[in-house]
């Protein structure tokens, strides 16, 4: 009773697709119109009540006594601030001034220290 092969299309496997694509897309148009009545539904509730000007001003104010956070900036004492500055060449175009190797050296070696004091601490 099997039919094997062929070498033309095969009509009936075409129509049991066919059909069963047709019953696939009656249904999702089923649930589109149960879904549409169900939102209406929802959307006749009663709108969340405005909130008064009144709570946003005493919300402002209290935002605005909250301490803020302390950032860590380090700033370089101003003996190697001067000791950076290189003397330019008189008779060449102005560049900016370029940090000595020593002032370089020192400042990586204090940020190292920073970030190993911050693994220490566990914030990294």
Wanted: charged letters at 30%.
């Amino acid at each position: 009773n099997m039919k094997l092969g062929g070498l033309g299309p095969d009509y009936e496997t075409i129509k049991e697709k066919k059909e069963k694509l047709k019953l696939q897309k009656e249904y999702s148009r089923q649930i589109k119109e149960y879904n549409m009545r169900n939102i209406t539904v929802v959307q006749r509730l009663p709108a969340k009540p405005q909130v008064s000007s009144v709570s946003r001003q005493k919300a402002l104010e209290y935002a605005k006594k909250i301490p803020r956070p302390k950032t860590f900036i380090t700033k370089q004492p101003e003996q190697e601030v001067k000791e950076e500055v290189v003397p330019q060449a008189p008779a060449g175009p102005s560049l900016p001034p370029l940090p000595s190797l020593e002032s370089l050296w020192n400042r990586h070696q204090k940020e190292k220290e920073l970030v190993a004091a911050f693994k220490t601490l566990h914030i990294l």
